[in-house]
């Protein structure tokens, strides 16, 4: 009698942690947030165009900076609220040598969507006499923001992002690599440290009703 009631006791506890450990995995997939892929489609410098024999780019008037800035949304059912987006520009591929800054206006952004911010930004500084003998730069564009994301009808507190990644431009004054260039971060993806614990949880809540 004493057996059936521990037996009966211990299926009881092996559900009910089966049952947590299942209902934690659901609420973690439906609430998991992924940050926006952030991308580099165009990047435009006139002063670089070199295309004719006497070409000085120290004399040229146009040292504007004009890029496409490309932000995926991939959540499947979740909105993304922007704050304002803010560009630094440096020469070379680290932080040594700043050239432009430029803040892009927050906005939303709907599940699935994609968005565009074609711009343009005043450069200084920039070394122009040797960039043209060498007939290729490189720079470096980094990105930092903030975002809450709209889960149904509310929205997340504030999640910070800051992204980069260099470029490569060429004597036509446009980036080398056609495709777009991904911005990424230095740090690590926590999400996936996140899904394992919660896969592991499950796991065990098996393991446990099957003894």
């Given at each position: 009698m004493?057996?059936?009631?521990?037996?009966?006791?211990?299926?009881?506890?092996?559900?009910?942690?089966?049952t947590?450990?299942l209902?934690?995995?659901?609420?973690?997939?439906?609430l998991?947030?992924?940050?926006?892929?952030?991308?580099?489609?165009?990047?435009?410098?006139?002063?670089?165009?070199?295309?004719?024999?006497?070409?000085?780019?120290?004399?040229?008037?146009?040292?504007?900076?004009?890029?496409?800035?490309?932000?995926?949304?991939?959540?499947?059912?979740?909105?993304?609220?922007?704050?304002?987006?803010?560009?630094?520009?440096?020469?070379g591929?680290?932080?040594?040598?700043?050239?432009?800054?430029?803040?892009?206006?927050?906005?939303?952004?709907?599940?699935?969507?994609?968005?565009?911010?074609?711009?343009?930004?005043?450069?200084?500084?920039?070394?122009?006499?040797?960039?043209s003998?060498?007939?290729?730069?490189?720079?470096?564009?980094?990105?930092?923001?903030?975002?809450?994301?709209?889960?149904?009808?509310?929205?997340?507190?504030?999640?910070?992002?800051?992204?980069?990644?260099?470029?490569?431009?060429?004597?036509?004054?446009?980036?080398?690599?056609?495709?777009?260039?991904?911005?990424?971060?230095?740090?690590?993806?926590?999400?996936?440290?996140?899904?394992r614990?919660?896969?592991?949880?499950?796991?065990?809540?098996?393991?446990?009703?099957?003894?």
């Amino acid at each position: 009698m004493t057996d059936s009631r521990n037996a009966g006791c211990c299926r009881c506890c092996c559900s009910f942690v089966l049952t947590s450990g299942l209902t934690a995995l659901f609420m973690w997939l439906s609430l998991r947030t992924t940050h926006p892929t952030c991308s580099i489609q165009d990047f435009y410098l006139p002063a670089l165009q070199n295309t004719t024999p006497n070409y000085n780019s120290t004399n040229s008037t146009n040292t504007t900076i004009y890029f496409d800035l490309k932000l995926d949304n991939k959540n499947k059912d979740k909105g993304i609220h922007y704050d304002a987006l803010n560009l630094t520009i440096y020469y070379g591929e680290n932080q040594s040598h700043p050239v432009a800054n430029k803040t892009i206006p927050g906005f939303y952004q709907g599940h699935k969507k994609k968005a565009h911010r074609k711009e343009s930004v005043n450069t200084y500084g920039v070394p122009w006499a040797a960039i043209s003998s060498n007939g290729t730069a490189f720079f470096r564009v980094d990105l930092s923001t903030k975002v809450r994301f709209k889960i149904m009808f509310w929205n997340t507190k504030r999640d910070k992002i800051i992204v980069w990644a260099p470029v490569e431009v060429n004597a036509t004054g446009h980036k080398v690599y056609k495709k777009g260039i991904k911005l990424k971060s230095g740090a690590p993806d926590l999400d996936c440290y996140r899904a394992r614990v919660v896969l592991l949880l499950a796991v065990v809540s098996v393991l446990f009703l099957t003894i």
